[in-house]
T-cell receptor, first 115, second 117 residues
Framework: GESVGLHLPTLSVQEGDNSIINCAYSNSASDYFIWYKQESGKGPQFIIDIRSNMDKRQGQRVTVLLNKTVKHLSLQIAATQPGDSAVYFCAEKKYSGGGADGLTFGKGTHLIIQP | GAGVSQSPSNKVTEKGKDVELRCDPISGHTALYWYRQSLGQGLEFLIYFQGNSAPDKSGLPSDRFSAERTGGSVSTLTIQRTQQEDSAVYLC???????????????FGSGTRLTVV
């Protein structure tokens, strides 16, 4: 079936370095993508989103890149800080079509910031 | 309240017992969702309420699972005759936004960690 997944379950980076978290999706009809951050014991929190008519979007210290040709999504975090340690999920959503107004989430990547 | 509140935060139950999980969404949020998060897995959609419309139950894994939302506010997820595979974190989210912005506006609760022994 169609699914959203992540390449690496765990990513360890040095504090201050940049990190890149990757996501592969297989539903070519998906036209909206979101990155969420989930800290331990908390629910996911919205970070940044991107629509399929864009290939890049920047936020504060975060950038999301979308490559529709290879169905790949990435989240770049600049100058990582200890507070960036969390599990990061990508999610896809279809605008059109009926059914559940829900998101399909990947399994998540655990980002660990080394001091 | 300031955020989505879920109770209890932790629940341990014996196999075969029924459990009720509660979600208090942000006041005024018309959309409410239940998700399940198993260990090391992504979020699995369960059910969606939007205003007074019939809920979308397409994600419920079996007829042991049911949910209701009273008065368009508080929601209760009920699991009957719990099984060990029901052990997971159950997350509730609400949103006030419409259409394409709805997912952007999701506010999740901290979840209920259910352990079936």
């Amino acid at each position: 079936g169609e699914s959203v997944g992540l390449h690496l379950p765990t990513l360890s980076v040095q504090e201050g370095d940049n990190s890149i978290i990757n996501c592969a999706y297989s539903n070519s009809a998906s036209d909206y993508f979101i990155w969420y951050k989930q800290e331990s014991g908390k629910g996911p929190q919205f970070i940044i989103d991107i629509r399929s008519n864009m290939d890049k979007r920047q936020g504060q210290r975060v950038t999301v890149l979308l490559n529709k040709t290879v169905k790949h999504l990435s989240l770049q975090i600049a100058a990582t800080q200890p507070g960036d340690s969390a599990v990061y999920f990508c999610a896809e959503k279809k605008y059109s079509g009926g059914g559940a107004d829900g998101l399909t989430f990947g399994k998540g990547t655990h980002l660990i910031i080394q001091p | 309240g300031a955020g989505v509140s879920q109770s209890p935060s932790n629940k341990v139950t014996e196999k075969g017992k029924d459990v009720e999980l509660r979600c208090d969404p942000i006041s005024g949020h018309t959309a409410l969702y239940w998700y399940r998060q198993s260990l090391g897995q992504g979020l699995e959609f369960l059910i969606y309420f939007q205003g007074n419309s019939a809920p979308d139950k397409s994600g419920l894994p079996s007829d042991r699972f049911s949910a209701e939302r009273t008065g368009g506010s508080v929601s209760t997820l009920t699991i009957q005759r719990t099984q060990q595979e029901d052990s997971a974190v159950y997350l509730c989210a609400s949103s006030s936004l419409d259409g394409v912005n709805r997912a952007r506006g999701y506010t999740f609760g901290s979840g209920t960690r259910l352990t079936v022994v």
